[in-house]
């Protein structure tokens, strides 16, 4: 790694955060927002709220930081206004950012990225909405714990630290409810396990997938018809005769993806091979994040259930076209373009990892499709490793083009711009959801700032292309294998 380079991206992260750290945070709950509010009234009052029965399961899988925060501000006799808490996790997530940059690095080093590589994959994590913007003007979200812990867990599975590996399983089943899906990496070593090529199903194994969502998207159609037309209405492809348009989109998409099921040969030998012992630590584990939740988990009904999110994944993929790519192209643009980068490659060369890991990432793009970024924070990480090492497999990048995608990405992230002083909390948050936490804030975002987010994309694919042309971005051979 060259100092000038690190140097020069912990500048561009650290010198945004430093400059807005007094500005005033989101005015929502007197900057508690929407789903921070019920968090934030958990580190004031932590007791009374277990006692009442007040912290749901779901909400339990997320009470990391909340019920760390209330002993430690406790313990230190820091009063807990709602002061102080804001205080208290922009603090917090700082840490969480500074630990991340240091997994990062690790991992960077220990994959034996070239230095472009390195820079290109730090800027796509780290110059990004949530982590120079909403760390404090929003910081009571529990992504940068997540995304830090998610982080740590590749860390570890890339040195074979399993043990390490399943301590973070631990730690981040309270920061994010899908943290258990790095216990497929359990399955795999970190190093190449096999460079050979793997032998190649029929094509007709990529059409699984796309099958399957057809199946089942008709059978919550048919069943669960609402599920379909909840409000906003006027979003729905449906109503805009669009339908077609977004199923051929999903399907292409599945069928992509479908890609790494032709490999069911080796996934076959792998699931042989696998260390199957380390499914009696995983699964004390699972028994005793459970334990708690029991303990202390009152008893209302949670938001969202194994089958509500499966509907959701079916619903919002067809029902924004193309949306979703926007929605996480505004929030963390970097690595949907690492992961347009990689796509050619993408598949084949999963296989390299095993089968835990290759099955980790099928899920994972699975989820892509139908979850906002948010809720993939702590998965995130996976797909950002995955998507790198690609890269420094098959790409060498000119350093001026290098340059303007750094610059672009530091911009995107809108750590400058001052979004409490603009919009309003008045009128129909479902029917035009325009004010500037909207716009600016996931996918549920309105259809000016979908078409601000796709413009974007195009011209960033643009750019690529000509890039390519001019040759500025070139294709290599295996020099750069770790």
Excluded at 434 to 441: E, N, T, V
Aim: net charge positive.
């Amino acid at each position: 790694m060259k100092w000038p380079y690190l140097i020069a991206i912990g500048l561009m992260l650290s010198v945004p955060i430093a400059w807005q750290w007094d500005t005033e945070p989101i005015p929502v709950n007197n900057g508690f927002g929407w789903d921070g509010n019920m968090y934030g009234m958990y580190t004031q009052f932590l007791p009374e709220a277990i006692d009442q029965g007040a912290i749901n399961r779901f909400r339990m899988q997320r009470m990391l930081v909340p019920a760390a925060l209330y002993h430690l501000m406790n313990r230190a006799g820091w009063e807990r206004t709602q002061e102080q808490v804001i205080q208290a996790y922009r603090s917090s997530n700082m840490i969480f950012i500074g630990l991340a940059v240091i997994a990062f690095l690790w991992l960077a080093r220990s994959s034996q990225w070239y230095w472009e590589t390195m820079v290109l994959g730090f800027a796509a994590l780290f110059f990004s909405m949530p982590l120079m913007k909403m760390s404090l003007l929003y910081p009571i979200l529990a992504d940068i714990p997540a995304m830090a812990i998610g982080l740590w867990a590749v860390l570890c599975w890339k040195k074979e630290w399993r043990i390490g590996l399943l301590v973070a399983i631990l730690i981040g089943a309270f920061a994010g409810p899908t943290m258990w899906l790095y216990g497929l990496l359990l399955f795999s070593a970190g190093k190449n396990s096999d460079k050979a090529d793997p032998p190649v199903g029929s094509f007709l194994w990529s059409l699984a997938l796309p099958v399957l969502f057809v199946i089942c998207w008709i059978w919550t159609w048919q069943t669960a018809p609402e599920v379909f037309t909840d409000p906003p209405s006027a979003s729905q492809s449906v109503r805009f005769n669009l339908l077609p348009f977004a199923m051929i989109l999903v399907l292409a998409y599945l069928t992509w993806v479908g890609q790494s099921l032709r490999l069911y040969n080796r996934v076959w030998v792998g699931l042989h091979r696998a260390q199957w012992i380390w499914l009696v630590p995983m699964a004390l584990i699972y028994g005793l994040v459970q334990w708690v939740i029991q303990r202390y988990a009152g008893s209302e009904e949670v938001p969202q259930t194994l089958l509500s999110y499966g509907q959701l994944l079916l619903q919002q993929s067809v029902t924004y076209p193309l949306g979703f790519l926007a929605g996480h192209f505004a929030y963390m643009p970097g690595w949907v373009i690492l992961g347009i980068f990689a796509s050619p490659f993408l598949m084949k060369g999963l296989t390299r990892y095993g089968t835990g890991p290759l099955l980790f990432t099928l899920v994972t793009l699975l989820m892509v499709l139908g979850s906002e970024t948010r809720q993939l924070m702590q998965v995130l990480p996976w797909l950002l490793f995955v998507f790198t090492d690609t890269v420094d497999r098959h790409y060498r990048f000119n350093p001026l083009l290098l340059g303007g995608i750094l610059l672009g990405l530091w911009i995107c992230a809108p750590w400058w711009q001052e979004l409490t002083t603009q919009g309003s909390l008045d009128g129909s948050f479902l029917a035009d959801p325009a004010q500037r936490y909207f716009r600016y804030h996931g996918p549920w975002m309105n259809l000016e700032s979908w078409g601000n987010s796709l413009l974007a994309l195009a011209l960033v694919l643009g750019t690529f292309a000509l890039s390519w042309r001019y040759g500025l971005i070139q294709t290599r051979g295996a020099s750069g294998l770790s």
